[in-house]
């Protein structure tokens, strides 16, 4: 699954799983409960964006990072 499209733009998906940890610091099992997708794409979604420094990881939560709320105008 990837974050990002062709055009720069967060995915639908990256969307969805950046808001579900907008508020709440959620582990990966959360995460994937609360959005409604399989523990695997939401861990290679999460490496991804933790790369992209859209979110933070904080021992075995993650949360939105600052940068994130730029694709959220």
Do not use: W
Not at 43 to 59: I, N, Q, T, Y
Not at 60 to 73: C, S
């Amino acid at each position: 699954m990837a974050c990002m499209t062709d055009t720069g733009h967060l995915s639908e998906s990256a969307k969805k799983l950046l808001k579900s940890i907008e508020k709440d610091n959620l582990t990966a099992q959360e995460i994937s409960k609360k959005v409604g997708l399989p523990l695997f794409k939401v861990r290679s979604s999460l490496r991804e964006m933790e790369e992209l420094d859209l979110v933070v990881k904080d021992g075995d939560k993650f949360k939105m990072a600052p940068r994130a709320k730029e694709y959220f105008g």
